[in-house]
């Protein structure tokens, strides 16, 4: 048996903070502290990433999910909560059959996934030290440019979208 | 026989000259109802001499059946060929009429009973342009049962009488006419998705070389089915005997049972008949429910011989369970128009029976047996209508005495009801006669035991005309006025015809004879028969 | 004279009633009173057709049988077809005569005594229909014409009987007739589905041929006395044999003249005639059947009978006794002396019947003048000393007594010692002892009944003097018919001898004919049993002159005299008494287990399909509707629509499916999640 | 270099994420807290896409798709946030069992 | 490399019409008060998509890397789709709902212009990345659509509902996507074909195919994936409900099919008409013959009780989900044909439906069944139209639901599925339940005093016929279609 490399601390370490603080999301009464355990878990996963030799994705994942979607999660739970309330709080239902399926879920996932013979090729070593982004810019207008292009498409109509359906009208208030 | 109208074949005109009348008919001012319904009667009436056209020039000799080539009026077209795509093989379904003896004298009854129908329909008064449209489309539907060879083109018209007929019983009939509507709908309809399935299945089993190309091309014909040599290898129905010939034969025979209607898929009948206004009790009674038997002959028996030469022994005793047991439930109800429902469900039994003997006598005498009910159960409903239309109640025992109020009515009555209860002289007799004989020879217990019915026949049916014309009149009766010469137009030619058949059966049986004896060697040379496809 | 000219007017007299009927049913309303005439004249040249075909057949044609056969249906294959047609032999045209003869004079009778009658022309109509199908009976060569004209006759029996409808009493005895008639029939329509099978024809000749040559029903013997008993049941339902004899006496709800023509002596001979026709095909085993129903259903109605005081009931139970003695007769094997018997009964008891249908008609008058509508005028006991007001009537019925209890000298003699004579040799040859004596017995009860029934009604005193005084003698319409059958009732018209009929004509005439079924099956050969016959003569003359005297002594004493008081002897035995009046309790045994049985088999399985097999499984649709009604949401209407088990089970499950659907999209997931790992779990 | 921690190490992160993800999905009533659970449940693939492509020859596909699923979460999420905004004006709560005005 | 670009680009002209559309309709919307301009630019776009589409009949080519392709069954779809979406355009130009909301008016249809670029996507996506992005395209264009009447409760209600269903089903199926690419290492789905037939078997792909049909179970709504269907079709405006109902499900099956057809059959089988020999990696015949007995007898026995139109209709179109599985089960050539033409034939009659009810909920504000009474009567046009409809949807002759019914019990026939065609048919007699209280409502009860009578305009009678006449001919004469349809999916039996 191999000792723990410092790799292997820092897998433990991230994987820690990723499922304590997806912990604290999913159970914490508060809703603000669960957007603040999510920040953790993007972190997290961001991290995984650095692991993973996924440097681009790694930025990307800080700068979309954090700098984005975060935030917007954020200004949700402030306009949706007047924020001197108390009743920043969100409650929970029906937490037994829940629990019964997510543990189910997670269980099955795990045993099945121990057991499963992935698809797996050596790796150049080479590749992980280099930056991915290259490979990523090179991806983007070549093999995958199309769905390129239809992300963009997406992200014009949902951003519309979320404006037209966002916005006030005028008119009479609904409030 | 080929007799042509403007290039298009006497069974077309037959079948959609109603059509035809109804697509007028919708351009026929709402308010002109006599227009509206005179209109109706012409159409009706040239389809009549239509059907008087086909009696005389139809070829008794030829049998037809099975094969295409004695088939008389013969139109074949193709109606839809489809030949894009090699891996499917080509498709087709032909527009394909023509009758012989098992067919004839049903589009006859069919020409007559609309006929009749719309003149019984007279004195309607709500929404009278839709009641004819549909009673036209339904007189369609039916005819087109009738004249169909293609099984495609068959079910089709199968299922088209569907909706009419529950609008018709639906809008115009008694008080619980939506329950009675619904349920006719949904019984009939759950025997005739079985039977598309069997359709389908035939469909995939059959196929014929195309004449110009010679290539094999799968087929709705119906003739083609009852041929064991078009039978494709490795397919569901191929060969004899197998298991899913007879689960074919038997999804067939619920679909075509309900119609019937056969014990114990029945209890639509009882529900449509008493709500039904009297023209659809009329049609149901006379025309509706011999497609079931229809199908059973035209249909089922030559197409899946084996199956039939199987199941012979339970469709007799569903023979005897139907005349017995149709006539003990008669004789327990109390109102007119359910007795006579049940009488139809005794009546058909008979049918059964004597198509299960499978010998001349006995296939004679069924399909004989469908033409004269079909003739007298009109007239016992039509007689009820009438009743109805004047007192406003169908209890058996709200009556008595009317024999001296109404006497024409009463003789007309007379002689319907004997003619029900089998009385020689009258048609009913000799079909029953027929059957029984025929029955008689392949089943002897069952057939003693079924002559029980028609003790209890004559029971119900003499207890009926007691309680409804002999004994004193009640005072509310007093001023029932006789049958109307409108009512007489349509009883007097179903009488005539009752007791002309009843004395000289020829003029009709002459049409069916060497069909059933065809129908009859079909079946039973089956086993001859050693090709396992091809 | 030749035979295609016997055969043209057989038809004509086959259809010439016809057109009487239907004269008289379209046009009877505007002949109103002309319509008796229009029958009159019909049914006259009808029997001097046959009176034509009667002389001419047995003087130029004496042992041929002229026949006639055509195709009526042909199903499409030259091998099996169905012929129709006619045949004259000695037999038919002896019946033709005795049924043209009664129907005529029944005609004549009619005329005064319907006078009056609201359907005046219709009931000469059904007369013709009757006598049309009482004809095509005779007439026919085949089974199948045999058994049409066996239910027309039953029809026309329903109209007459019913012919005053609006009294429920004749609407249920009509009924009653015609569906007792059809149980009888249906087993003659069974006996003839049988011979159809193995024969595949129904002409007499042929059937009869086909079986000489050995072929059997199904190959079995015990098939062909099947087949023989089952036609005979249609004897038993049309000639009231026991056990269906019960419709008879109720037919007596019917005008009078309908009860001398049919129910006595013609359309209830039918079924005489009918085992006489096809009496070669029974076996040995079912001629035993037919003579023990014969002698039972003498006796049975015999002791009814003597218990009866309406006039008609007793004479129609006297009908049912004659006949049980005439089919006894063929039973037994006496042929010629049970058809012969037929001929003879059909004249004193038309007679008979007239004659009562004469006093009825004058009483009827008298009550009628005195607004009388609660007295009986068809109780005997209401009656009595008629013999000075109606001489022609009571003289006629006083020869019509005589010949019905076998006194010499009348033709009931002849024909009644004949039978008689013809039990005891039967039971020489087969030792069935107990035939003849019922026999000799019934001859003796028949005798006091009817002796009864004369001193009553014409001897004595009656009640009311001033009424007697009313009452006088019918007019001669009435009478006429009357002298006619009485002379009729005499022997010489049949046979030189008073004391033998085998020296007459009528005997030469009719002859057994041979059987052709098997030996080992077949009864004793005509031979043996001719010599048993002649060997049991004398002693049948004797014993029948006794017991027949006993009886007339018997009544006389009792009645006339009054030594005796029947009163007395009837309350020493009340419950027999009781049984006897009552018929035996048929009707009540009938209606308490055949009829009753029929009725609630009928309601069960009526209730059965309206509940059952309708409704099936009410608790679902109860169930549904108890939830749905529960969560105020239940459509009526869709319930409405859910007829039975699958679809109120469908509407159950949906009921409780839906319930899924709780709008909290949360739920939804979970159920989708759930639904995914329960695939996945399915399929592992 | 050999590594302890291997593939699965990282997928059975992720299975624990997706399962959290689930659980805050099924029991939250907040609609935003839905949504959090939502982001876990693309977050996990995520790391499973990076992870797969680590172990399956540093494969940039697998970069590319992750980068897809960020995107669309992105999208998703604004969207999404448009909505319960929307539902907060109308019904005044972002209680997801309480916006349940349709039901059978 | 930009060779291929370029040569792929000139087959996609008709998804490129659409997104200048989109482009310049959104442009104009902002320019321009008359928000007609944008609807007429809309059709305008959509038609001319609909002629360069027309060029493309008989390509078939694997494009951009072998993301995409073009190939006859996407033809099917996108005809289908275009035509679908040009009806249900003119379809809102009669809608009240869409009218009231001015101000966004312009918006509803460009709206519906990206949804078809998201549908087109969907129908012609060869790789697993692309489906998602697809998938999602149309799906937030959905949520938008079925919010978009958000002043209204029940509307936002259903956007609600969706969004937080749609968001969780696309997220199981993105998990799904990754277990396989970690099983397989790629995405495109002839490679990852090729790696199934080579031999990846574990129960991690049975997972993966599970939580992959999450994702096009919700699109087609097929049970237990239908929750979010009945609500969101209750809520959503009519116009929209009819979108989901016909296009997204459409487009969800042509998806389907084609996933199901490239990742689940042996490439290495000699290919056969009738048996596409499907890898035995995954019992996906087994799982689709669930779901699809689940979900047409599920549609069908809730719909038995909703009294709510739209609501009937909605659970009536799982049901017909359920049919349409049927006809995808068989995997064979006969039963995608079947299901094609069930599409098309689906398409004139739910279309035709949703039309009636759209139209009676503008004059009478109800979609109760109970305020149909008497309909027929007060007005035959309609209750002969909408009759048409419903027989058609029930499949009985002679309209163009028989056809459809036919086509898809004949493949499972042929395919000696006995059982499961029993099941299929009397599932359509039960269906007849809940549509004949329909006609019984309009033609058997009577209508209240107080109800008006009920007019239509020459237009919309016009638009009514538009879809009752195919309904019709398509049942009485329906080669071309089948023809079509056979045509459609004949490529894959080359394989």
């Given at each position: ?15 820690f ?37 996924a ?68 790796t ?52 | ?48 001499m ?17 094969n ?82 293609d ?7 199968w ?17 619980r ?27 995939f ?21 009852m ?14 005997n197998t ?16 119609k ?50 199987h ?27 359910k007795?006579i429902a ?36 009109a ?18 025992n ?45 089943f ?51 009488a ?28 039973k ?5 050693t090709?396992?496809?091809? | 004279?030749t ?30 009173k ?19 075909i ?25 091998e ?55 004809l095509?009976?005779i ?47 249906i087993?003659?329509?069974?006996g ?8 595949a ?57 309908v ?9 209830v001979?039918?079924g ?21 129903i ?24 006297s009908?049912?006794s ?45 009550l ?23 001489p ?6 006083l ?32 030792g ?40 006088h ?16 009732s ?8 008073p ?48 017991v ?10 009792t ?22 009046s ?7 045994f ?75 999209v ?19 | ?18 399962s ?33 492509s ?8 697998g970069?590319?798709a ?11 999420a ?17 209680n ?9 | ?9 000139q087959?996609?002209?008709?998804e ?12 104009l919307?902002?320019?321009?008060k ?23 009949s ?7 890397f ?10 099917f ?107 397989t290492?790629?995405?495109d ?72 057809k ?76 079947a ?17 009636i009810?759209?139209l ?5 504000k ?8 008497g ?22 002759p ?29 599932n359509?007699?039960v ?65």
């Open positions: 048996m191999n000792m723990l490399s410092l790799y292997d601390y820092i897998f433990y370490f991230l994987a903070v990723v499922i304590g603080s997806s912990f604290v999301v999913v159970f914490s009464r508060n809703i603000i502290y669960s957007a603040f355990a999510l920040l953790f878990t993007f972190f997290g996963v961001a991290g995984f990433y650095v692991l993973l030799s440097d681009f994705l790694a930025i990307t994942q800080l700068l979309i999910y954090v700098g984005g979607i975060l935030v917007l999660l954020l200004f949700g739970v402030m306009l949706t909560n007047k924020v001197v309330d108390v009743d920043i709080k969100s409650s929970t239902i029906k937490t037994l059959p829940a629990s019964i399926i997510s543990a189910l879920l997670a269980g099955l996932l795990c045993g099945i996934f121990y057991v499963t013979n992935w698809y797996t090729v050596p150049n070593p080479e590749l992980l030290n280099n930056t991915t982004a290259i490979a990523i810019g090179h991806a983007f207008i070549s093999t995958w440019i199309l769905p390129f292009e239809v992300a963009s498409v997406v992200l014009l109509v949902a951003m519309l979208g979320a404006v037209i359906i966002a916005r006030r009208e005028k008119g009479p208030e609904v409030n | 026989m080929e007799i042509k109208y403007i290039n298009i074949g006497i069974l077309t005109w037959i079948t959609f000259l109603p059509i035809i009348g109804m697509l007028v008919l919708m351009f026929l001012p709402k308010e002109k109802k006599g227009l509206v319904r005179w209109f109706a009667l012409v159409a009706t009436l040239l389809q009549v239509l059907a008087v056209i086909i009696y005389i020039f139809f070829d008794r000799e030829a049998a037809g059946v099975n295409a080539a004695t088939m008389q009026f013969v139109e074949r077209f193709t109606w839809i060929d489809i030949k894009s795509v090699d891996w499917f093989g080509r498709i087709r379904i032909e527009y394909f009429l023509g009758i012989d003896g098992i067919s004839v004298p049903m589009v006859l009854l069919t020409a007559l009973i609309s006929c009749i129908a719309v003149v019984s329909s007279w004195n309607i008064e709500k929404s009278v342009k839709g009641y004819f449209a549909l009673l036209l489309l339904l007189d369609a539907g039916m005819m087109g049962v009738f004249v169909s060879l099984f495609f083109l068959f079910y089709f018209f299922e088209i009488m569907l909706l009419p007929m529950y609008f018709l019983i639906g809008i115009w009939g008694g008080p006419r939506e329950y009675a509507a619904i349920k006719f709908f949904i019984y009939t309809l759950f025997g005739s998705v079985l039977m598309l399935l069997v359709v389908i299945a035939l469909y089993s059959v196929s014929v070389p195309d004449p110009v190309t010679n290539e094999l091309v799968h087929t709705f014909d119906m003739l083609a089915m041929n064991p040599d078009n039978y494709e290898a490795n397919s569901l129905l191929v060969g004899f298991s899913w010939r007879y689960i074919a034969y038997v999804g067939l025979f619920i679909g075509f049972a309900i019937v209607p056969i014990f114990p898929f029945h209890t639509w009948l009882p529900d449509a008949h008493v709500e039904a206004p009297t023209a659809i009790s009329v049609i149901l009674a006379g025309v509706l429910l011999k497609m079931g038997t229809y199908g059973l002959m035209r249909i089922a028996m030559p197409i899946f011989p084996d199956a039939a030469v199941y012979l022994y339970p469709l007799a005793f569903l023979g005897f369970v139907n005349i017995v047991y149709g006539a003990l439930c008669a004789m327990a109800q109390t109102d007119f128009k007795l049940y009488s139809s469900v005794s009546h058909m039994g008979i049918v059964l029976l004597g198509m299960a003997a499978l010998n001349t006598q006995g296939m004679v005498g069924a399909m004989f047996q469908m033409f004269n009910h079909g003739t007298i159960t007239m016992l409903f039509l007689i009820v209508g009438v009743l109805y239309d004047r007192a406003h109640t169908r209890g058996l709200d009556f008595g005495g009317l024999m001296n109020q109404m006497p024409k009515y009463s003789a007309i009555m007379v002689v319907a009801f004997f003619a029900a209860l089998g009385l020689p002289g009258l048609s009913g007799f000799i079909s029953e006669a027929f059957s029984f004989l025929g029955a008689f020879q392949t002897r217990w069952l057939t003693i035991a079924s002559t029980l019915g028609i003790v209890l026949t004559a029971g119900y049916m003499l207890w009926t005309l007691q309680r409804v014309f002999f004994g004193t009149l009640p005072d509310k009766w007093k001023s029932l006025p006789d049958i109307n010469n409108r009512e007489l137009a349509m009883l007097i030619p179903l005539v015809i009752v007791i002309i058949l009843g004395i000289y059966p020829a003029p009709i049986l002459d049409l069916m004879n060497s069909s059933a004896n065809q129908l009859i060697e079909i079946i040379s089956h086993n001859s028969s090709l396992i496809g091809k | 004279m035979e295609t000219l016997l055969l043209q007017f057989a038809t004509a007299i086959l259809f010439i009633p016809l057109v009487s009927f239907l004269i008289l049913i379209f046009f009877g309303k505007k002949l109103s002309k319509s008796s005439l229009v029958g009159l004249t019909l049914i006259g040249s009808t029997l001097l057709l046959s009176l034509i009667f002389f001419t057949k047995l003087n130029f044609f004496h042992d041929a049988t002229i026949d006639y056969t055509f195709t009526w249906v042909n199903f499409g294959s030259s099996i077809t169905i012929d129709l047609g006619i045949m004259i032999d000695n037999m038919t045209a002896v019946m033709l005569v005795v049924v043209t003869l009664v129907s005529f004079l029944v005609h004549l009778f009619s005329i005064s005594y319907m006078e009056g009658d609201i359907r005046y022309s219709r009931y000469f109509a059904f007369l013709g229909i009757f006598s049309f199908s009482m095509g009976i007439l026919t060569n085949n089974f199948f014409m045999m058994y049409v004209f066996w239910e027309l006759v039953g029809l026309s029996s329903y109209l007459l009987i019913g012919h005053w409808y609006e009294k429920t009493s004749a609407a249920n005895a009509a009924k009653k007739a015609f569906i007792v008639n059809r149980v009888g029939d087993g003659m329509f069974t003839i589905m049988i011979l159809w099978s193995t024969f024809t129904f002409s007499f000749d042929e059937v009869f041929h086909g079986l000489s040559l050995g072929i059997l029903p199904f190959d079995s013997t015990a098939w062909l006395t099947a087949a023989g008993i089952l036609i005979f049941c249609g004897a038993v339902g049309k000639s009231a044999q026991f056990p269906l004899h019960v419709w008879l006496p109720d037919a007596m709800e019917g005008p009078t003249p009860s001398a023509l049919i129910h006595a002596a013609t359309m001979a039918a005489v005639y009918l085992v006489a026709r096809v009496f070669p095909l029974f076996t040995a085993d079912a001629l035993i059947v037919i003579a023990y014969g002698v039972i259903t003498a006796f049975i109605s015999a002791t009814i009978a003597m218990a009866q005081n309406d006039i008609k009931k007793v004479l129609a139970y009908t049912v004659q006949l049980g003695y005439m089919i006894m007769g063929l039973g037994v094997g006496g042929f010629t002396s049970g058809f012969f018997h037929l001929v003879t009964h059909a004249s004193f008891k038309a007679g008979l019947f007239l004659g009562s249908g004469s006093v009825i008609y004058a009483m009827h008058h008298v009628h003048h005195h607004n009388d509508h609660h007295t009986d005028p068809q109780d005997i006991r209401n009656m009595g000393g008629l013999k000075k007001k109606m022609i009537t009571f003289w006629t019925f020869v019509f007594t005589l010949a019905i209890s076998g006194v010499p000298l009348t033709s009931g003699f002849l024909s009644k010692d004949d039978i008689l004579a013809g039990t005891l040799a039967f039971s020489d040859l087969t069935h002892t107990l035939i003849p004596i019922i026999a000799f017995t019934v001859a003796g009860l028949t005798a006091f009944y009817m002796f009864r029934l004369l001193i009553l009604t014409f001897f004595g005193t009656h009640k009311d003097e001033n009424r007697l005084n009313e009452i003698e019918s007019p001669w319409q009435m009478t006429t018919p009357l002298i006619i059958f009485a002379a009729l005499f022997f010489f018209f049949y046979s030189p001898s004391t033998s009929a085998s020296d007459g004509w009528f005997y030469n005439a009719i002859e057994k004919p041979e059987s052709v079924v098997p030996e080992n099956v077949s009864a004793a050969s005509i031979e043996s049993f001719e010599e048993a016959v002649h060997h049991n003569h004398g002693t049948a003359m004797f014993l029948s002159l006794t027949a005297g006993l009886g007339i002594l018997t009544a006389f004493v009645y006339y005299w009054k030594k005796i008081n029947p009163e007395k002897i009837m309350n020493t035995f009340p419950s027999l008494h009781r049984f006897l009552m018929k035996w309790y048929f009707d009540e009938y209606d308490r287990t055949v009829i009753w049985f029929t009725m609630m088999t009928a309601k069960v399985l009526a209730w059965f399909d309206f509940k059952i097999i309708d409704g099936i499984v009410n608790g679902v649709a109860t169930v549904s509707r108890i939830t749905a009604n529960g969560s105020g949401k239940f459509d009526n209407a869709v319930v409405d629509g859910l007829v039975n088990l699958t679809a109120y089970s469908i509407g159950f499950f949906g009921l409780i499916l839906r319930t899924v659907q709780t709008g909290k949360q739920s939804y997931l979970a159920f989708a999640i759930v639904g995914a790992l329960m695939i996945f779990f399915f399929f592992n | 270099m050999s590594l302890v921690v291997s593939l699965q190490h990282f997928i059975f992160v992720s299975a624990i994420l997706l959290l993800g689930v659980y805050a999905i099924l029991t939250r009533r907040n609609a935003i807290m839905v949504l959090m659970g939502i982001e876990l449940i693309l977050n996990s693939a995520n790391i499973n896409f990076v992870a797969f680590r172990f399956g020859g540093m494969d940039v596909n970069h590319l992750a980068i897809f699923v960020i995107f669309l979460a992105a999208c998703e604004a969207v999404a946030l448009a909505i319960v905004l929307n539902i907060y004006k109308q019904f005044n709560t972002v997801v069992d309480e916006v349940a005005t349709m039901k059978d | 490399m930009f060779d291929q670009i370029n040569y792929s680009l087959f996609i002209k008709p490129l019409i659409l997104v200048c559309t989109l482009l310049v309709s959104i442009i919307d902002l320019i321009f008359n928000k007609k301009i944008v609807i007429y630019f809309v059709i305008a776009g959509l038609v001319s998509s609909f002629v360069s589409l027309l060029s493309n008989n390509v078939n080519q694997h494009l951009f072998n993301m995409y392709a073009v190939d006859p069954f996407s033809h779809f996108k005809i289908f789709l275009l035509t679908a979406i040009l009806g249900i355009v003119v379809f809102s130009m009669f809608s009240n709902e869409v009218s009231e909301i001015k101000s966004r008016k312009g918006e509803f249809y460009y709206f519906l212009v990206a949804l078809t670029i998201g549908m087109f996507l969907m129908s012609s996506s060869t790789n697993l990345i692309m489906m998602y992005l697809s998938l999602e395209l149309t799906s937030l264009t959905s949520y938008l659509l079925a919010g978009f009447m958000k002043e209204e409760k029940s509307s936002s209600e259903a956007s609600l509902k969706y969004v937080l269903y749609g968001a969780f089903s696309s997220g199981m199926m993105i998990y799904g996507i990754s277990i396989i690419y970690g099983m290492g790629s995405f789905i002839f490679a990852i074909n090729i790696a199934l037939a080579d031999g990846v078997t574990s129960l991690a792909l049975l997972i993966s195919t599970v939580l992959i049909f999450i994702g096009f179970g919700y699109k087609i709504s097929a049970v237990p994936f239908h929750f979010w269907t009945p609500d969101v079709y209750e809520g959503s405006p009519i116009s929209v409900t009819t979108i989901l109902s016909v296009a997204s499900k459409a487009a969800g099956f042509s998806m389907l099919m084609r996933f199901l490239i990742v689940f059959i042996d490439p290495y089988a000699s290919p056969s008409v009738n048996d596409w020999g499907v890898l035995e990696i995954v019992p996906i015949v087994e799982i689709l013959t669930v779901l699809s007995v689940l979900t047409m007898t599920l549609g069908n026995i809730v719909a038995v009780w909703q009294t709510n139109l739209k609501r009937l209709l909605a659970y009536s179109s799982i049901a017909h989900a359920g049919y349409l599985l049927l006809g995808v089960l068989t995997l064979n050539n006969e039963g995608y044909s299901t094609l033409i069930y599409l098309v034939v689906y398409l004139f009659m739910n279309v035709g439906a949703f039309l009810v759209m009676i909920s503008n004059k009478i109800s979609d109760d069944i109970d305020s149909y009474k309909l027929g009567m007060r007005s035959p046009f309609i209750g002969i139209t909408f009759s048409l409809f419903l027989i058609s949807l029930t499949g009985l002679p309209t163009a639901g028989f056809i459809g019914k036919l086509y898809i019990f004949s493949a499972l026939i042929n395919k000696e599925m006995i059982l499961l065609a029993v099941i299929g048919v009397l359509s007699v269906s007849l339940y809940y549509y004949v209280r329909i006609f019984r409502n309009m033609f058997l009860r009577e209508s209240l005093p107080t109800d008006k009578e009920i007019t239509l305009t020459l237009g919309e009678k016009i638009l009514i016929l538009a879809f009752a006449i195919p309904t019709l001919i398509l049942g009485l004469y329906f080669a071309p279609l089948v023809e079509f349809a056979h045509a459609s999916v004949s490529m894959f039996a080359g394989n």
